[in-house]
T-cell receptor, first 117, second 115 residues
Framework: GAGVSQTPSNKVTEKGKYVELRCDPI?????LYWYRQSLGQGPEFLIY????????DSGLPNDRFFAVRPEGSVSTLKIQRTERGDSAVYLC???????????????FGPGTRLTVL | DQQVKQNSPSLSVQEGRISILNCDYT??????FLWYKKYPAEGPTFLIS?????DKNEDGRFTVFLNKSAKHLSLHIVPSQPGDSAVYFC??????????????FGKGTKLSVKP
C-alpha cells in the first residue's frame, strides 16, 4: 500500500514569508507526527496528533509554528514569518497504535526540504 | 543535553564482515528503542526495534542488543552488504505498549560497506 507522502518535496521561500507543508499519512493510521531534521542532526520531534487533536505539541519551537489535522487524516504544518534558522527537512510520520492491531511503529515520509533565503 | 548519543559519526566495513553500530542513552525512563536507516533524499525507514523487557531481538541479518544497566544498545549487521550503506539512526521513547509519543533520535552513524 501507499506510504506516507509529503508535499512539496522542496520549498524555497524568503525570510518573513508564510509556508504550509502537507502530510498524507498511511491510510488508517490514527497517529501522526512531525519532526524537523537539521543538517548533521537526527530528527527532532515537533508535534504529535492522535486523531484530530494535538496530543503533544511540546516540540514546537515557538508560536510561529502551528499544525492542524482537521479530519484526522491529512495534516498541515504552518510556519509564519519564516526565519533562516527554519531551514531544515521537515519529516512526517504516522503509526497505528497497538490497540487497533497495529505495531505503533512510526513510518516516515520522504520529507519536505525547506530553504529560507 | 542529548538523551540519545551515537558517538561514531561514520563507520566503514568490508562487504561480508560484521557492522556494529552503537548507541548510548541517558534517560532511564526510555523503554522502547528503534533503529532507522536513511538513504539520501528519503525519509528514515524502520529497521528493527526492542523493548526494555528484552536484551536481544533478531530479524534476518539484523540484531539489536540492549544492555539496560549500561544504558547502551547496539545494532549488528551480519553479513554486511553494499546496499546497507546508509545513515543509521538510533531512537528511543517511553510508553511502550501504549502510544509511543515522540521519538528521541541520535545524530546518526553513516555506514559505508565497501565491496
Amino acid at each position: 500500500g501507499a506510504g506516507v507522502s509529503q508535499t512539496p518535496s522542496n520549498k524555497v521561500t524568503e525570510k518573513g514569508k508564510y509556508v504550509e507543508l502537507r502530510c498524507d499519512p498511511i491510510s488508517g493510521h490514527t497517529a501522526l507526527y512531525w519532526y524537523r531534521q537539521s543538517l548533521g542532526q537526527g530528527p527532532e520531534f515537533l508535534i504529535y496528533f492522535q486523531g484530530t487533536g494535538a496530543a503533544d505539541d511540546s516540540g514546537l519551537p515557538n508560536d510561529r509554528f502551528f499544525a492542524v489535522r482537521p479530519e484526522g487524516s491529512v495534516s498541515t504544518l504552518k510556519i509564519q514569518r519564516t526565519e533562516r534558522g527554519d531551514s531544515a527537512v521537515y519529516l512526517c510520520a504516522s503509526s497505528s497504535p497497538p490497540g487497533g492491531g497495529g505495531t505503533d511503529t512510526q513510518y516516515f515520509g520522504p520529507g519536505t526540504r525547506l530553504t529560507v533565503l | 543535553d542529548q538523551q540519545v548519543k551515537q558517538n561514531s559519526p561514520s563507520l566503514s566495513v568490508q562487504e561480508g564482515r560484521i557492522s556494529i553500530l552503537n548507541c548510548d542513552y541517558t534517560n532511564s525512563m526510555f523503554d522502547y528503542f528503534l533503529w532507522y536507516k536513511k538513504y539520501p533524499a528519503e525519509g528514515p525507514t524502520f529497521l528493527i526495534s526492542i523493548s526494555s523487557i528484552k536484551d536481544k531481538n533478531e530479524d534476518g541479518r539484523f540484531t539489536v542488543f540492549l544492555n539496560k544497566s549500561a544504558k547502551h544498545l547496539s545494532l549488528h549487521i551480519v553479513p554486511s552488504q553494499p546496499g546497507d550503506s546508509a545513515v543509521y539512526f538510533c531512537a528511543a521513547t517511553e510508553g511502550y505498549g501504549g502510544s509511543q509519543g515522540n521519538l528521541i533520535f541520535g545524530k546518526g552513524t553513516k555506514l559505508s560497506v565497501k565491496p
